[in-house]
């Protein structure tokens, strides 16, 4: 696309020609995303500020002025996509930096405040459903939660994958869970 039919296609699309703009979409499309892959930060999508790029110069065009760099108007509104995006992006992460602690820790004292002989109780049936497991099985609860020993040390000891050792403490946690639940409400403490 010659400068002349660039600036004829904006022109068409400026005064209401939606047609007219797709040339320049793609014209520009493949070196706006590569050059949006290269400034991004990690976790922006670079589809999605194209898109929105695209979206508003197209908005935009009758403020362009005719005879300058149409190439460098457009890069600069992707940059300004882009750094609103970034911004957002900041915005929620520090959200969840400044809230989740917090969140957690109310959940931490929530689950506290329940009467010290309830905790007694669980304690009590956790023991009695601890029991019930087979000793290969408690091995893995004992290596984690006693000793400490990291995941990767675990599976090598079990000769098992990382994945596969977070996989069962999930399960037994989970029938752990399930048993002490269930014993409160019958009174026994079982395994299933």
């Not at 752990?176 to 019958?186: A, G």
Request: proline share 5%; charged share 30%; net charge neutral.
């Amino acid at each position: 696309m010659t400068d002349h039919e660039l600036e004829s296609c904006i022109q068409l699309a400026a005064n209401g020609n939606p047609g007219a703009f797709e040339p320049i979409a793609r014209k520009f499309e493949r070196p706006l995303r590569a050059w949006l892959a290269t400034i991004s930060p990690p976790g922006v999508d670079v589809d999605e500020i194209a898109q929105r790029t695209f979206i508003a110069v197209y908005g935009k065009l009758s403020e362009f002025e005719k005879g300058t760099n149409f190439s460098a108007w457009l890069f600069t509104v992707a940059r300004y996509q882009l750094r609103t995006e970034t911004t957002r992006l900041r915005r929620i992460a520090d959200y969840h930096t400044r809230y989740a602690p917090d969140l957690l820790l109310r959940e931490l004292e929530r689950r506290e405040a329940g009467p010290p002989e309830d905790m007694a109780e669980k304690l009590e049936y956790l023991k009695t459903c601890l029991s019930k497991l087979g000793d290969h099985v408690r091995n893995l609860l004992i290596w984690r939660y006693e000793e400490e020993i990291p995941l990767e040390e675990m599976a090598k000891r079990s000769g098992r994958s990382v994945a596969a050792v977070k996989k069962q403490l999930w399960k037994l946690r989970q029938k752990l869970q399930d048993c002490i639940v269930e014993s409160m409400e019958s009174g026994k403490g079982t395994v299933s």
